[in-house]
C-alpha cells in the first residue's frame, strides 16, 4: 500500500513530547518528512530520540530514506518563524522549489488561573504562544505552500466548554478555532484545507496532574467504554485530516474525545 503522506514536509510545533511526539511518530510513519520544533533546553533530547526513530523507520518501496529534524525555536520570538521554515525546507525532495505541505500547531500553555489572579503577562504569555504563533507560522510558511496542503489546528474541548481556573486556556482554544474557519475560507482556492482537533480527556503525563475525582467523573461521563483516549486515537485523526481523503474536509473542529462532548 502507497504511504498516504509520502515525500510530504510536515512542521509539527510541541513535537517533542506527549501528543506531539506521538503525532511525529505517526506522520513519519504515513511517509511524511518531518520538522519537530521544540522550545524547550529540557527537551532536546526527547526531540533527538525522535529523530533517531523517525529516521530508523524501515524503507519501502513507495518512500525515500525517512527524514526528520528537530529545531529548538522559542515561539513567543517572531525571529523565530523564517528560521523554522527555512530548516523544513531543507527536508523538501524538489530542491529547486522546495515545498511546504503540512503544519501542526500543536504548541500551547495552559496556565491554571482564577479570573481574580490574570494578569496582563499571563494573558500575552498564552495568547502569544496558543493563537499569535500560529498565525506567525502561517504567515512565514504561505510563499512556500504547496497546493493542496493541509494546516491542522490542535485544539481542545475547552475550546467550547467553561472549565473553572482555565479562562486563558480555553479562550485561547476558542480563538484558535475561529483562525481554523476564517484560514479556510482564505486558503481553499488551490486545494488547500484547514482544520481543528478538539481533544478531550487524553492519557499523557498532563493528565496525571488532574485529582483523582475529576478524571473519574471525566470517565463516568465518556460514552465511548468510559475511558480516557489515547494519543495513538489523536494521531490517527491527524494522519487522516493531513492525507487526501480529509480534501473535502475544511473549517471544522473535529472533537476527538469519544463522545465526553459532543459539537
Known amino acids: 500500500m502507497t504511504l498516504p503522506l509520502v515525500?510530504?514536509?510536515?512542521?509539527?510545533?510541541?513535537g517533542s513530547r506527549g501528543l506531539g511526539a506521538d503525532m511525529a511518530i505517526a506522520l513519519a510513519k504515513a511517509g511524511a518528512k518531518v520538522a519537530i520544533i521544540y522550545t524547550s533546553e529540557s527537551s532536546t533530547v526527547s526531540a533527538t530520540e525522535i529523530v533517531a526513530q523517525i529516521n530508523s523507520l524501515p524503507i519501502t518501496s513507495q518512500s525515500s530514506t525517512p527524514s526528520a529534524i528537530s529545531l529548538q525555536a522559542d515561539l513567543r520570538d517572531s525571529a523565530s518563524f523564517p528560521k523554522i521554515i527555512s530548516?523544513?525546507?531543507?527536508?523538501?525532495?524538489?530542491?529547486?522549489?522546495?515545498?511546504?505541505?503540512?503544519?501542526?500547531?500543536?504548541?500551547?500553555?495552559q496556565l491554571a488561573l482564577p479570573i481574580s489572579d490574570i494578569t496582563p503577562q499571563s494573558f500575552i504569555d498564552t495568547?502569544?504562544?496558543?493563537?499569535?504563533?500560529?498565525?506567525?507560522?502561517?504567515q512565514a510558511a504561505l510563499p512556500h505552500l504547496a497546493p493542496n496542503s493541509r494546516i491542522i489546528n490542535i485544539s481542545s474541548v475547552g475550546g467550547r466548554s467553561?472549565?473553572?481556573?482555565?479562562?486563558?486556556?480555553?479562550?485561547?482554544?476558542?480563538?484558535?478555532?475561529?483562525?481554523?474557519?476564517?484560514?479556510?475560507?482564505?486558503?481553499?482556492e488551490n486545494g488547500t484545507t484547514v482544520n481543528a482537533v478538539a481533544c478531550g480527556p487524553i492519557q499523557t503525563d498532563m493528565l496525571d496532574t488532574i485529582p483523582e475525582r475529576i478524571k473519574g467523573r471525566q470517565k463516568e461521563d465518556t460514552p465511548v467504554e468510559k475511558r480516557f483516549g489515547t494519543k495513538e486515537e489523536v494521531s490517527n485523526v491527524v494522519v487522516w485530516l493531513?492525507?487526501?481523503?480529509?480534501?473535502?474536509?475544511?473549517?471544522?473542529?473535529?472533537?476527538?474525545?469519544?463522545?465526553?462532548?459532543?459539537?
Not at 162 to 179: I, N, R, V
Open 7 to 14: 515525500d510530504k514536509v510536515a512542521i509539527i510545533t510541541g
Open 87 to 109: 530548516s523544513a525546507l531543507t527536508l523538501s525532495s524538489t530542491s529547486e522549489d522546495p515545498k511546504i505541505n503540512i503544519i501542526v500547531n500543536n504548541a500551547a500553555v
Open 127 to 138: 495568547y502569544n504562544l496558543n493563537v499569535l504563533a500560529p498565525i506567525l507560522l502561517l
Open 242 to 263: 493531513a492525507g487526501e481523503g480529509s480534501g473535502w474536509v475544511s473549517g471544522q473542529t473535529i472533537n476527538v474525545s469519544g463522545g465526553w462532548t459532543m459539537y
Open 162 to 188: 467553561g472549565f473553572a481556573g482555565l479562562s486563558l486556556y480555553c479562550s485561547s482554544k476558542a480563538a484558535l478555532e475561529g483562525l481554523t474557519r476564517s484560514w479556510a475560507a482564505e486558503l481553499g
